[in-house]
């Protein structure tokens, strides 16, 4: 089993950038497939961005694609979501998880999930 523990979130305003991390602890991160989710007030969870277990793909949201980065460094146990140019519809609790399999965009494929980091962005 995996815990995964994001950090980095905070309040900034539209334009500014921000770096998450999700750091692994229990199991190495370089056998999961891992993945990006936010969820705002009074909506569902959505997918924002994932990375297969190599690193050498990646997916992203329409609503995030240009700005948004994924990356990992399994060296450190260590998944990153670099997000520019922030918008305040990019406001929400973001979530990383890890899935033994595929990964991609689908929300049931991930096994494991931190608790989440806030992120607001005031315009």
């Known amino acids: 089993q995996v815990q995964l523990v994001e950090s980095g979130g905070g309040l900034v305003e539209a334009g500014d950038s921000l770096r998450l991390s999700c750091a692994a602890s229990g199991r190495t991160l370089s056998s999961y497939s891992m993945g990006w989710f936010r969820q705002a007030p009074g909506k569902e969870r959505e997918f924002v961005a994932a990375i297969s277990w190599s690193g050498g793909s990646t997916y992203y949201a329409d609503s995030v694609k240009g700005r948004f980065t994924i990356s990992r460094d399994n060296a450190k146990n260590t998944v990153y979501l670099q997000m520019n140019s922030l918008k305040p519809e990019d406001t929400a609790v973001y979530y990383c998880?890890?899935?033994?399999?595929?990964?991609?965009?689908?929300?049931?494929?991930?096994?494991?999930w931190g608790q989440g980091t806030q992120v607001t962005v005031s315009s």
């Open positions: 998880a890890a899935d033994r399999g595929y990964g991609g965009a689908n929300i049931k494929n991930y096994d494991y």
